[in-house]
């Protein structure tokens, strides 16, 4: 049973720092991609960050440098450390993860099923940049 656990969410000012967390279990599979999304109420989700078991990341032409993706792999934990945060990354922010895949791990297109090609989402957890 996989499950996904983000944490760290929280209200800061503009050009302020915060880290995600993302505890992952019950998988072990050694080819995945994990990756990080956020959705504002009335618009769609968006790929914000994405890793794959390599440890190769990518990254939304939004980010400009201000995130980092990064897995502590044994914890188990996939983080997302935002640093100059804006009041435009205010949103809802998941995490996800795609097991037993070959596949690009970064994709902007949510595909029929809005999600990305990802099995598995956490409930989320919210940003708010003042």
């Known amino acids: 049973h996989v499950q996904l656990v983000e944490s760290g969410g929280g209200s800061v000012q503009a050009g302020g720092s915060l880290r995600l967390s993302c505890a992952a279990s019950g998988y072990t599979y050694s080819s995945y991609c994990m990756g990080w999304f956020r959705q504002v109420p009335g618009f769609g989700r968006e790929a914000v960050a994405a890793l794959d078991s390599d440890g190769i990341a990518d990254y939304a032409g939004f980010v400009q440098g201000r995130f980092t993706i990064s897995k502590d792999n044994a914890k188990n934990t996939l983080y997302l450390q935002m640093n100059n945060l804006k009041t435009e990354d205010t949103a809802m922010y998941f995490c996800?993860?795609?097991?037993?895949?070959?596949?690009?791990?970064?994709?902007?297109?949510?595909?029929?099923?809005?999600?990305?090609?990802?099995?598995?989402w956490g409930q989320g957890t919210q940003v708010t940049v003042s």
């Open positions: 996800a993860a795609d097991l037993v895949t070959w596949d690009t791990c970064f994709r902007s297109a949510p595909g029929p099923s809005g999600r990305f090609g990802y099995d598995y």
